[in-house]
């Protein structure tokens, strides 16, 4: 039976003999779907890389500076997870990789006909009347941090290490699972990011709407379903079915998003920001945060600083 939690260590041993060279490669292969273990022990700038399928990009270790088609370069960080639609190249810069501090990421590759069979059985067995869970692949290019995929990439893994008869089914039930986590995380990412654009067209865009311009205010759900006006049942259904969050963690997520926009373009303090965002305690802000942005407020803030200068120094250099 595999433990709750993947130990990462046990790539270790895939890795006992190092080839030198930039880039070493291990892969596992299963039914419409490859994983491949990257691990890269030298610093290197503007390394290639191309998949001609769908691909989910997932760091384990160490770090990576992304360079993709229309977007500024950005630090690729453990616990981080990387959609890309196919045909999509990468640059990628390893400033951090040594020998003895080797850089890992995971990619795994899966065919569009899996995933459009898992999408066609998702929307057989979930009523969804928003339209927002959607596999996108033109629009598929985000980075994010959901506990729920990191645990279902870690199973993943495991299961591939593993000596077992049924591996393959397992491999396919647990990849419908990812790809359903993402549809759900991805409905989550458009809609917090797309707020502007959504205008009032629908319940969620007019309802989210309504409590980012009241995000100190303490929600009742009676008051949510009758600003989107549907009932109660109705209201749970469709956020776990679009978002699979709870209203209320809907909220937090409004809040939390909010908060990420004030550390990045505001010195206020931290504390300042979680009272202004609808937190009343502290440390229950900070927990929140990090349960969803896989890191601490003041290390959100600071990467982002970090990053900034990198973007400046990445222009200067190709003047």
């Known amino acids: 039976m595999l433990s709750k939690r993947f130990d990462p260590s046990k790539l270790d041993t895939l890795f006992t003999k190092r080839d030198l060279e930039v880039e070493s490669r291990r892969m596992f292969s299963a039914n419409k779907m490859e994983l491949n273990i990257y691990e890269t022990v030298t610093e290197a700038s503007k390394f290639h890389l191309k998949f001609s399928e769908p691909v989910m990009c997932v760091m384990l270790k160490g770090k990576k500076v992304m360079h993709l088609p229309e977007k500024k370069p950005f630090s690729f960080t453990p616990g981080e997870t990387l959609i890309l639609p196919k045909d999509n190249e990468m640059k990628i810069d390893f400033p951090e990789a040594t020998y003895e501090n080797a850089t890992r990421c995971m990619a795994l590759r899966i065919s569009d006909e899996f995933i459009q069979e898992t999408v066609r059985k998702f929307d057989r067995f979930l009523q969804k009347s928003e339209g927002f869970c959607k596999w996108k692949e033109k629009d598929n290019q985000f980075v994010f941090n959901d506990i729920g995929i990191n645990f279902g990439v870690q199973k993943l ?69 009758k600003v989107a006006a549907v009932s109660k049942s109705h209201f749970f259904r469709l956020f776990k079915n679009e978002f699979g969050l709870t209203p209320i963690q809907f909220v937090n997520s409004l809040r939390i998003k909010h908060a990420q926009k004030l550390l990045r373009f505001t010195t206020k303090r931290i504390s300042e920001i979680c009272y202004e965002c609808g937190f009343n305690d502290i440390h229950y802000f900070t927990r929140y945060f990090k349960k969803l942005v896989g890191m601490t407020a003041k290390e959100y803030r600071n990467k982002k600083f970090s990053e900034s200068k990198a973007e400046k120094f990445t222009y200067l250099n190709d003047m």
């Open 157 to 225: 893994i495991g299961l591939f290490l593993e000596d077992n008869t049924a591996r393959d089914l397992f491999v396919e039930n647990c990849l419908e699972e990812l790809i359903v986590r993402v549809m759900q995380t991805n409905a989550r990412f458009t809609m917090l990011n797309d707020l502007n654009q959504s205008g009032s067209s629908n319940r969620i865009s007019y309802l989210s709407q309504h409590i980012c311009q009241n995000l100190t205010k303490d929600f009742t759900i009676d008051e949510l379903c």
